[in-house]
C-alpha cells in the first residue's frame, strides 16, 4: 500500500497586501500582546511556522483573514489545515 505524502508550507513566502509589516505587527500586538506579535514578526522575516506556537499562528490567520490580507491568511490556512 502506497503512503500518501502529504506537503506541509511550513514558511511564508508572499507579500502584506493591505498594510505594511510594522503597521500590521502594531495591529496584532494591540489585539493578543507582544508574544503574538513577536512571532508574526517573526515569520514575515522568513522564520518557520514549525517554529511558532500554533495558537498565535490561529490568532494571526484570523487577523490576516480580517484585515484582507489574504495571501497571508491563505499560507497560514494551509500549514493549521494539515
Given amino acids: 500500500m502506497k503512503k500518501e505524502i502529504q506537503f506541509r508550507e511550513n514558511q511564508f513566502y508572499g507579500n502584506l497586501i493591505k498594510y505594511d509589516k510594522d503597521d500590521f505587527i502594531a495591529i496584532i500586538k494591540s489585539k493578543f500582546g507582544w508574544s503574538v506579535s513577536e512571532q508574526l514578526n517573526d515569520i514575515l522575516n522568513g522564520q518557520s511556522y514549525a517554529e511558532q506556537n500554533e495558537n ?5 490567520y ?3 483573514q480580517e484585515k484582507g490580507e489574504y495571501e497571508l491568511a491563505e499560507s497560514l490556512q494551509n500549514y493549521l489545515s494539515n
Wanted: avoid cysteine; hydrophobic fraction near 75%.
Fill in 56 to 60: 498565535a499562528l490561529a490568532y494571526i
Fill in 62 to 64: 484570523e487577523v490576516a
